[in-house]
C-alpha cells in the first residue's frame, strides 16, 4: 500500500506556472511506479506524467511534453509536478497515483493507489 497526499494547485491565468507536490508513504521498501492523472468532468481521466519511485523511467503524455516537469525527491519520498505555460485546457482536478510494478511499464499500469486530488484552474 503507498498513501498518497497531493499539496498545492489554485488558480492562474493562461501562460502562467503552478508547481503540484505529492508525499507517499508506502508500507514496503519496494519500488514503485508513480503518476499525475488529470481529471476533467465529462473526460476520461488522462495520465499527464510518470515516473519511477527511484526517480528513473520518466514518461510523458503529450498534452504535456515540454511545459510540465514531473520529478521524485526519492530520500523524502515526495513527488512534484511543475507545470509553466499553462492554458486553460489543462484545468482540471489533478491526482497523485502510484503501483507496484516494473519500472518500464508505468505508463500502461492501472494504479492502485490514489490521493485525494487537488483543483487546478487555468483562466483565458
Known amino acids: 500500500q503507498v498513501e498518497l497526499q497531493e499539496f498545492g494547485g489554485g488558480s492562474v491565468q493562461a501562460g502562467g506556472s503552478l508547481n503540484l507536490s505529492c508525499t507517499e508513504s508506502p508500507s514496503t521498501n519496494h519500488r514503485y511506479c508513480l503518476a499525475w492523472f488529470r481529471q476533467v468532468p465529462g473526460k476520461e481521466r488522462e495520465g499527464v506524467a510518470f515516473?519511477?519511485?527511484?526517480?528513473?523511467?520518466?514518461n510523458y503524455a503529450d498534452s504535456a511534453k515540454g511545459r510540465f516537469t514531473i520529478s521524485q525527491d526519492v530520500a523524502e519520498k515526495t513527488l512534484y509536478l511543475q507545470m509553466s505555460s499553462l492554458k486553460p485546457e489543462d484545468t482540471g482536478m489533478y491526482s497523485c497515483a502510484a503501483r507496484y510494478g516494473v519500472d518500464s511499464l508505468c505508463p500502461t499500469y492501472t494504479y492502485a493507489y490514489w490521493g485525494r486530488g487537488t483543483q487546478v484552474t487555468v483562466s483565458a
Open positions: 515516473i519511477y519511485s527511484d526517480g528513473s523511467h520518466i
